[in-house]
């Protein structure tokens, strides 16, 4: 009933804005209504990724109509960056980097189209830093100017320098030659830090599955930390009391394969497959995301691990 109305809401407001002009008082309470609590449940609770990797673009086209309308207004802001964020890397980015080597020109494609995608996400996302935190855009670790501001960051925008630096940090992970977004490290790294330290159980243990990828993934000279994603490992386990599907599968994807542990992986990848995604509905779409892909990389360990049995000529 509750998506439903939430629906009923997007169908009637999208026929006013194309036929009319809203008051501000009216764009005001729409936005209010669909970027508030469960605005985005009705896709981040589904357990269809097809469902739901259909209709975002017409969602995410929505925020943005609403958004030129309303260019200020917090909500719409971090809705539709995250928005961005969120299609990018479960319906573009995932399943390009599953597709087989004969399909090298659709993942190249794919991969150049989810850089621009998060890009877009995160100049809206720092386009919200920048009206509520007047010089955010521009302030720099070096000359100190990103730490004062930081100082000044409230618990409440925590999710909105999460998404932020997901963004960023994403679209640099698909195109590391990229000297531009890789200047932007120092930045991302004091944010993440900073929302850590403002709400360390944001999202649960998204903070700490963040950490996860970001300290396994980068190379030391730029803050890379395998000890220290193996840290949030573990406490991203404790605080889902072993149900984070995606903590397990960064684990085996960027721990346990540079350290040729076969065992280590094949048993979080097991764990992950076994999680009841209904365990916590609002983020069982993710869940049910992560899962396939731990099933596809069990599937594909071999490309991996030097002594296993590769397949017939005809998975190529």
Known sequence: ????????????????????????????????????????????????????????????????????????????????????????NAFVQGPAEM??????????????????????????????????????????????????????????????LYWTVAGGLSAYSIDILDFELSAGIPEWTAMIDR?????????????????????????????????LAEQHFKKAIEKTKGNSVGAYVSYAELICIPAEDYDGFSDSLEKAIAIDVDLDMSNRLVNVINQRKARWLLDNAWMHFYFLPIPGDDYF
């Not at 403002?198 to 903070?207: E, I, M, Q, R, S």
């Open 99 to 160: 597709l087989p080597s004969n399909q090298y020109e659709e993942r190249e494609a794919a991969l150049t189209r989810s850089k621009q995608l998060y890009l877009r996400g995160y100049e809206i996302l720092n386009r919200a830093l920048e009206l509520k935190y007047k010089g955010f855009s521009s302030a720099t670790v070096s000359n100190g100017s990103m730490q004062s501001i930081l100082s000044k960051v409230k618990k409440e925008d925590a999710g909105l």
């Open 195 to 227: 929302a850590y330290e403002l709400d360390p159980d944001f999202g649960g243990a998204t903070l700490d599955e963040f950490y996860i990828v970001f300290y396994a993934s980068l190379p030391e000279a730029m803050g890379g930390n395998p000890q």
């Open 1 to 88: 009933m509750k998506n439903k109305l939430i629906f009923s809401i997007i169908a009637a407001f999208l026929c006013a804005l194309m036929s009319c002009s809203i008051n501000t008082m009216a764009m005001d309470m729409v936005a209010d209504m669909l970027t508030g609590d469960g605005g985005t449940n009705a896709f981040t609770s589904d357990n269809d990724p097809k469902l739901v990797g259909d209709s975002l673009p017409f969602a995410i086209k929505l925020y943005e109509t609403l958004l030129a309308s309303n260019p200020e207004h917090e909500g719409l802001l971090l809705t539709t960056g995250s928005l961005f964020i969120m299609y990018a």
